[in-house]
């Protein structure tokens, strides 16, 4: 059973909604404000709605709306305003700061509970969707890391270094970047540019392919020569990168050059192969410089002996290394158990799938990733894929959500009847009252009723009678519905009979026990031919209207 939250200063208030609401819904109740975020806190990814008082003691509703602003709540909980001041000011500063919808007092109980029903159902879809599209964030991003690590891997398998490399270089830029974002604004870092720099890290060292083995794997110290080729890398690898056929132009290049070329600049200019001073390097080449560095001193290789954690972290806090930001350097010193753990092996070194799909559902939420326009262009292309699947196969579709009491008609059906797409109380709708008759639509709802989760698909047909009476200009129409094919056999000459058959499922929640939550259906015209699947059908209702 979903959770609304009921926030008014008055019991009796709280009394009335709870009356009004607690056999569809389980309530929390608050007083005040403060009361409201002490719930929220502690059970914000249970709630479903709010339904907000704006003139309360303590913390009034506007307040309450910026907190769950700022804490990001308002994603996923939609808020009712409960109000009876609809001044425009108040109406408008309410809605800038995420108000869905308003009821005012005294309730209607018939109102309350349809904008209630209306807009959990809308934020159930949403949510659905963001699922969708988390799925597919992550599936791309889980391939692209995979293509990105045997890249890496390639490298790392010439350079005889440790199969981790790669995959730790990885994880410290991340927690590096994720500590930088926390101690300070600077860089503007957010969560989707964390991922993608830490993601492309695995390229820093791509130039080491073109280095010649017998420099790459030298045990001893390298000669001046053997040092200067050695430190071709960078540019080589930014220059593989830059010379690409084709996306040169695509940000992760782009973001893959820089590291590749820079990662072995300093802070103070020292670096190569540009020499490029304090944040002329870019913040990603710097992070992962850091983390390189990191993962050097404290793993074995062919020419050294590995150091130890406390070791690398006191070189690299001294400048024994070469220079870095001090504002990274902070970050080090505050993550250092992090990174130890990552070391041993104690701290999941790459992103799991958990983690990848919360940082999917984030992007969802990031201005940056323009969410509502992916979702709303989501929506579109399946809209898309529907109409185009309907102007082959022909028919007339439909989709009633139970929660909402809405009906939603195919572009094409809402066309031929002269209704709107979008219908709120259809067994009461006047256009379809007029079309098929109070009788035919009880019927309909009375066999949708009596279908269980156990058996969700329904089968039956729809008769459509046009009677022409002598004398009169407009032929008379009915609708009959029936389990058989054969109700034409039962008229008389002058009544023409013409069945669609009407395939229904319907739909239902998960948790037991199973409520159910509406129906999609189809109706298409018996024995339809070629011609009909190409959109020319005969048999249609317009003429009747």
Request: proline share 3%.
């Amino acid at each position: 059973m979903e959770k609304i939250l009921i926030v008014d200063d008055s019991e009796m208030n709280r009394e009335i909604l709870t009356d009004m609401l607690a056999d569809e819904y389980e309530i929390f109740e608050a007083s005040n404000g403060n009361e409201a975020i002490t719930i929220l806190s502690e059970h914000n990814t249970d709630i479903s709605l709010v339904l907000l008082d704006m003139v309360m003691p303590v913390m009034d509703g506007l307040e309450v709306l910026d907190i769950m602003n700022k804490n990001g709540w308002l994603a996923d909980i939609p808020v009712i305003m409960i109000s009876s001041d609809d001044s425009a000011e108040v109406t408008h500063k309410a809605y800038d700061l995420g108000v869905t919808e308003f009821i005012r007092r005294p309730f209607d109980s018939l109102i309350v509970q349809k904008r209630c029903r209306n807009v959990t159902s809308l934020y159930a879809k949403q949510k659905k969707l963001a699922n969708l599209v988390a799925d597919q964030i992550y599936e791309k991003e889980k391939n692209s890391r995979v293509m990105i690590e045997i890249l890496a891997h390639t490298v790392e398998f010439r350079n005889g270094e440790c199969g981790m490399h790669v995959v730790n270089v990885q994880t410290y830029t991340e927690i590096l970047l994720r500590e930088l974002a926390r101690i300070t604004d600077k860089y503007n870092l957010t969560e989707a540019e964390i991922s993608l720099i830490s993601n492309v890290s695995a390229l820093h060292d791509i130039g080491k392919i073109s280095i010649p083995d017998e420099v790459l794997n030298k045990p001893g110290r390298l000669t001046d020569e053997e040092f200067k080729i050695m430190k071709s890398h960078s540019a080589v690898g930014s220059q593989m990168l830059s010379e690409l056929p084709f996306y040169r132009d695509e940000p992760i290049v782009k973001l893959a050059y820089s590291i590749a070329r820079w990662h072995h600049e300093r802070w103070d200019g020292r670096g190569y192969p540009d020499g490029l001073v304090g944040d002329d390097i870019p913040i990603g080449a710097q992070a992962v410089s850091l983390a390189d560095v990191y993962d050097a001193l404290t793993a074995e290789r062919c020419y050294k002996k590995a150091f130890s954690h406390d070791t690398a972290i006191e070189m690299i806090s001294k400048g024994e290394c070469g220079q870095f930001n001090p504002l990274l350097i902070t970050c080090m010193n505050n993550c250092a158990e992090e990174m130890r753990l990552v070391k041993e092996g104690n701290r999941l070194a790459v992103r799991g799938e958990d983690e990848i799909r919360e940082f999917a559902h984030e992007l969802l939420k990031s201005d940056a990733m323009y969410s509502s326009d992916r979702l709303l262009h989501l929506l579109e292309y399946e809209k898309m894929k529907n109409r185009f699947f309907e102007g082959i196969t022909g028919g007339y579709s439909f989709e009633y959500n139970a929660s909402s009491d809405m009906l939603t008609l195919s572009p094409n059906c809402a066309e031929v009847i002269n209704a709107d797409e979008t219908i709120i109380n259809p067994v009461h709708n006047e256009t379809l009252m007029n079309v098929f008759g109070q009788k035919t639509l009880s019927d309909l709802s009375a066999k949708l009723r009596s279908m269980s989760s156990e058996q969700p698909i329904v089968q039956f047909y729809v008769h459509q009678l046009i009677t022409v009476k002598p004398g009169e200009e407009k032929p008379v129409q009915s609708f009959r519905i029936t389990d058989t094919a054969e109700e034409h056999r039962r008229y008389p000459a002058d009544t023409q009979c013409s069945t669609y058959k009407l395939v229904c499922r319907t739909t239902w929640t998960l948790e037991e026990p199973q409520r159910y939550t509406g129906v999609i259906g189809k109706l298409v015209p018996m024995g339809n031919s070629y011609g009909f699947m190409k959109g020319s059908e005969n048999n249609d209702f317009r003429s009747l209207l």
